[in-house]
């Protein structure tokens, strides 16, 4: 069971270089959350999208666009990459319904310099 | 937004029982209390989650209080691998039905 993947796992960027990390999952789950981790620190919601065809922002959107492409993928995309923006990204799934419990990724770890 | 208040860290033995406190006094009615925990270098894991009764799972039981101000996550046998940080997150944000994570405990288990 692949459940969510990540890609890359790991990545260095130069400031104001672009990148977008994927996320793909295959338990035909509605929602998708991108999520943010500094270090010694809990996640903090970047993005979200309830549905396929529907994305929203989250706590800390700001530096960061993303698309659902399909029911499957949802992408996280920095046009110009901060040092602010180094941090583990993950990405989860859920199925409608409340509470129903978000299954997550292993993470990208983004490193800007 | 209800908050939870987790104890930093703990130390427990292996292959003794655990019980990991989360007080959340300003909880409301219809808040569900959700346990992740997060292993080294790895994502968040869905642990449990509960409403007013205890629940239990193959990972692990979830007492809550009678006047649902704290909860308790037990595992009945920790192991090296329950070594993580543990997260007390009550209900979802509106709308989003995203977590919303605090510190947690870190739970260290010897051998």
């Known amino acids: 069971n692949a459940g969510v993947t990540q890609t890359p796992k790991f990545q260095v960027l130069k400031t104001g270089q672009s990148m977008t990390l994927q996320c793909a999952q295959d338990m035909n789950h509605n929602s998708m959350y991108w999520y943010r981790q500094d270090p010694g620190m809990g996640l903090r919601l970047i993005y979200y999208s309830a549905s396929e065809g529907t994305t929203d922002k989250g706590e800390v959107p700001n530096g960061y666009n993303v698309s659902r492409l399909n029911k499957r993928e949802f992408s996280l995309r920095l046009e110009s990459a901060a040092p602010s923006q180094t941090s583990v990204y993950f990405c989860?799934?859920?199925?409608?319904?409340?509470?129903?419990?978000?299954?997550f990724g292993d993470g990208t770890r983004l490193s800007i310099l | 937004d209800a908050k939870t208040t987790q104890p930093n860290s703990m130390e427990s033995n292996e292959e003794e029982p655990v019980h990991l406190p989360c007080n959340h006094s300003?909880?409301?009615?219809?808040?569900?209390i959700h346990w992740y925990r997060q292993l080294p270098s790895q994502g968040p894991e869905y642990v449990i989650h509960g409403l007013t009764s205890n629940v239990n799972n193959r990972m692990a039981s979830l007492a809550i209080a009678e006047d649902r101000k704290s909860s308790t996550l037990i595992l009945h046998r920790a192991t090296l691998r329950d070594a993580a940080v543990y997260y007390c997150i009550l209900g979802l944000d509106t709308g989003r039905r995203a977590l919303t994570f605090g510190s947690g405990t870190r739970l260290q288990v010897q051998p």
């Open positions: 300003t909880i409301s009615g219809t808040d569900y």
């Open positions: 989860a799934s859920s199925s409608l319904g409340s509470n129903q419990p978000q299954h």
